[in-house]
């Protein structure tokens, strides 16, 4: 049989990089800098969020924040909604306190899914029925948690194996079953 | 040029929205199960989800298109599960108690819409 070599004309999986330097990551947190400034405050906390320093490339951005000014209304607008969305709910987050109760919804809540969705959709004019997408959502909450339970077994295999024992998921554990996840999704 | 700078900050917003989420229940994942994941995992398994939700907008909207709708429905959904029994029977398990869920809602609307209709017919 001969193998069908037609690759998915979707984007490629990219394993995580290193945070590029500061040159780069001046962009971003520039038109970050010309928002308001609790909305500056919110963006250096979701930038803490990611894993990305941006706050030195920040401070060294603020003097020509000016050239910046002009930024595109909707872009600004957009950065505002996350930060609503993220900055209240990373405080009980970092905190002791943890609400269980609260937690045990989808992976990715429904309304991002939704974003992420059309943002994929070639037609614009594309629309999902609400039952679309709360299916869509436990379509990918399922894919999630086969994820984490599949990296848990391969996590028990790879301890039996010797070394440490820290239970700690590596991203190995991820490059091992992602392809037989990725076939049966 | 610009547009594109934009469409790559949008992009990454849009990914560190995700980062967070995938975080957070990868993080409470691991205190049921008494496990810890690295920072690296969590974004590699981003990463992976992210692209698998752009693969799933394309099968969607390739599935209602066949059907010549320019709506998303449970049924294309449905479809995405086609490879696979087990996954199969979550999501209709799913489908149906969404079903039940909105069934519940709109027999009461119904039953409200008989009940003004039924008032209008005794009047006449």
Known sequence: MPPKAQPRKGPGFKPPRPVK?????????????SDTADARAGA?????????????????????????????PQNTDLDEDMVDELSPQRAPATTAAYHPEEQTTAPIPLPLLARLLHEGFDDKGMKMQQGALELAGKY?????????????????????????????????DLEKLAPQLVLDF | MASEDEAASIEERLKSSLWYSIGQFVDEECLQHNLNAT???????????????SN???????????AGRKVVNTD???LLSRRNEGLETVL??????IRAKEGRTGEKKRREKFATEGKGKTKR
Do not use: W
């Open chain 2, 76 to 78: 294309d959904v449905m």
């Open chain 1, 21 to 33: 330097p500061a040159a780069q990551a001046a962009r971003p947190s520039a038109k970050r800098a």
């Open chain 2, 39 to 53: 920072p690296q995992f969590i974004g590699a398994l981003t990463e992976m989800v992210y692209t698998q939700i």
């Open chain 1, 44 to 72: 250096s906390k979701k930038a803490a969020t990611a894993g990305l320093s941006f706050q030195a490339a920040a401070t060294l951005i603020s003097s020509d924040s000016e050239l910046e000014d002009e930024e595109s």
């Open chain 2, 56 to 66: 799933t907008s394309r099968d969607l909207e390739t599935f209602a298109k066949h």
């Open chain 2, 92 to 97: 209709r398990q799913a489908l149906e108690d």
């Open chain 1, 140 to 172: 990918m909450e399922t894919f999630v948690r086969e994820a984490i339970a599949r990296a848990q077994f391969e996590r028990g295999d790879a301890d039996k194996g010797g070394a440490i024992q820290d239970g700690f998921l590596q991203v190995e």
